[in-house]
């Protein structure tokens, strides 16, 4: 019986190579459990043809919707407003490039029926990042565990099932820095996981730059700690009392 409806929201960034495998393995999830479903892919201002194969598939299958950016804005922001546009009952954040295995998906639909309302993807390994991102990540989630006031799970990133009513409360929260990983464990309600390896990137280059990788974690860390507004009070404070010294 097709009783709910399943959003799928897929941030795009360059993907033409990856979205035809994608839709395909999404639409077979679909198939082995019969629920209604939307898949919306948000374009965030691709330079290659992924506007145009999207564009094709929305006319041949009307689960199919998109958004398309004006110009680049990063994948937080992309995630944020297919959140907005969606409908469904449970929604569901998943890369584009293959990392995140869309047959997952059946394993957080079941979960999050068992009496929860976010249902996040923990990755019991990964292969896809080079020994410099893993500790750059390692030392990141450190820094935000021993800062923050909120537990923010490890080895998860944004591929996650959430009930409707969490997204309701997350589009609440008007932040221009979004972390959403952080402000869905800050939200609260019962969270779970379910566990998976990580593969590599299907095919073409990572759209996360080490540049947009480190304003995430900036924004991580500054969301979610006051340490750096206190830092930044000692500090002045310090220069105070060092010019006072200096006039004397
Ligand atoms: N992405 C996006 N905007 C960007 C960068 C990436 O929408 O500016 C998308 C990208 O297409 C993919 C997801 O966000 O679906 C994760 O990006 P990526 O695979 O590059 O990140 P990584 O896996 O290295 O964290
Ligand atoms: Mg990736």
Redesign the pocket.
Known sequence: MKEAKISVI??????ELNIGTLYARIKDVFVKFDVNHELIF?I?NSRDASLKIIKELAIKDPSVKYIDFSR?F??QV?VSAGLEYCSGEYVVII???L?DPPELIIDMYEKINKGFDVVYAKRRSRK??SVVKKAAYKLFYKILAAISQIEIPLDT?DFRMMKKNVVDELLKMQESNKFLRGQIAWLGFNQTYVEYDRDV?AAGE???TYY??FRLALDGIISFSNMPLRVATIMGFFVFLLSLIIIL
């Not at 897929?10 to 993907?15: K, R």
């Open positions: 897929i941030p795009v960034f360059n993907e948000v965030d680049n990063g994948h992309a890369d584009a490039d990392q896809d990042r990133g990137r990572p759209g996360y947009k990788l």
